[in-house]
């Protein structure tokens, strides 16, 4: 079983940058696809960016596509999520999710252990 934790949200202005890691302990990193979600209050938690195992292939969703960057070290066990042009809209919870298969889903119920989350605000 997969433990994911996540750490670099924080506030931050309008066009600003932060960059989300998530750790993983137990099981075998490079087996999983992992994934980034976001929450914002009042909304459904919604697709964020994607990774294959071995990091060839990455999905972003279009809200983000061009300003954010998921990357991971497999080395490391740790996924990451650059953020770059930052706007208030992107203001929510980020959560960290690994799926036991090799290549990436965009659907939350494709992933199987989620991190606690880190909150991100962008400020105007």
């Known amino acids: 079983q997969v433990q994911l934790v996540e750490s670099g949200g924080g506030l931050v202005q309008a066009g600003g940058s932060l960059r989300l890691s998530c750790v993983a302990s137990?099981?075998?990193?490079?087996?999983?696809?992992m994934g980034w979600f976001r929450q914002a209050p009042g909304k459904e938690r919604e697709f964020v960016a994607a990774?294959?195992?071995?990091?060839?292939?990455?999905n972003h969703a279009g809200s983000v596509k061009g300003r954010f960057t998921i990357s991971r070290d497999n080395a490391k066990n740790t996924v990451y999520l650059q953020m770059n042009s930052l706007k208030p809209e992107d203001t929510a919870v980020y959560y960290c999710?690994?799926?036991?298969?090799?290549?990436?889903?965009?659907?939350?119920?494709?992933?199987?252990?989620w991190g606690p989350g880190t909150q991100v605000t962008v400020s105007s």
């Open positions: 137990e099981g075998t990193f490079s087996n999983y696809a």
């Open positions: 999710a690994a799926r036991p298969k090799h290549f990436i889903a965009i659907m939350a119920s494709e992933y199987s252990y």
């Open positions: 990774i294959s195992w071995t990091g060839s292939s990455t």
